[in-house]
């Protein structure tokens, strides 16, 4: 059975590092892993919520265009998932909603695109872009 976080108390250490909007994602996401395999892969680095929505997707894009992962990437990423249900998890988390940044508007986020620039979601109307300027979208 999926493990549901949203009634978690505290969310992991590991959102406030994809949060950090101030470095590129890739950045956040390297130090991150390390955090993880440094505190011997704790589950507190792990993410969830709209933090995991962001990676899984990168991941998924990332995937599509064929790129490869380091070995503990690739683990962070196999442990992130399995944190937040697996397969089963994704799914249900795409049904959820949340509102795109660009019009207010209320979508599922199956639906949806998620800026790694600004960690804010973006609706197909925008056509891939930002509001902030920044042009990695995914999802
Ligand atoms: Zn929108
Ligand atoms: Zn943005």
Known sequence: MAVDHAHNSLPPS?????????????????????????SGQEADWL????????????HLTDAR???RYDEETTAYLRGAHAANGGAPGWDALLRRRDFCSCHGEQWRLENISICLGCMDHVCYQLGGRCPCGRTEVVG
Not at 14 to 32: K, M, Y
Not at 47 to 58: D, E, I, K, Q, S
């Open 14 to 38: 590991g959102n406030a590092l994809l949060h950090d909007t101030s470095r590129p994602f890739a950045e956040r996401l390297g130090r991150l892993v390390r955090a993880w395999a440094e």
């Open 47 to 58: 993410v969830n919520g709209r933090a995991y929505f962001a990676l899984w997707c990168w």
């Open 65 to 67: 265009r064929a790129g």
